[in-house]
């Protein structure tokens, strides 16, 4: 009898630390995922590993980026990635909150 009431004490402490736990560790996950969401990409200087942290942009599109800036220079605007083969009004949108033009 002993044992079983050590066994439901334990079950219990654990029951009601679990959701204690999820939230101290919950903190931190947030705050990483908020940083992540606000890191700007600056598009005429980076490379094509950091375009592609921005959505909707892959390797292909990375480097597209890359060779267009390097034909005809920096981007004066956000609207010129759309001169961009892959880039549409929807990509520009999901973007332009993280990208800066440097």
């Known amino acids: 009898m002993k044992k079983l ?3 439901l004490a334990i079950m219990l402490s654990l029951l009601f630390a679990a959701p204690w736990m999820s939230g101290a560790n ?12 606000a890191a700007t990409v600056n598009v005429n200087a980076a490379s ?9 942009i892959g390797r292909v599109t990375a480097q597209r ?11 004066a605007a956000a609207e010129d990635l759309l001169k961009v083969k892959g880039i549409g009004q929807s990509t520009l ?5 993280r990208i800066v033009l440097q």
């Open 65 to 75: 980026i890359i060779d267009y800036r390097t034909a005809k220079g920096p981007f």
């Open 93 to 97: 949108q999901k973007i332009s909150d």
């Open 48 to 56: 094509a590993k950091e375009l592609q942290s921005l959505p909707g």
């Open 5 to 7: 009431f050590s066994c």
């Open 26 to 37: 919950a903190a931190p996950a947030q705050a990483a995922t908020a940083k992540a969401a």
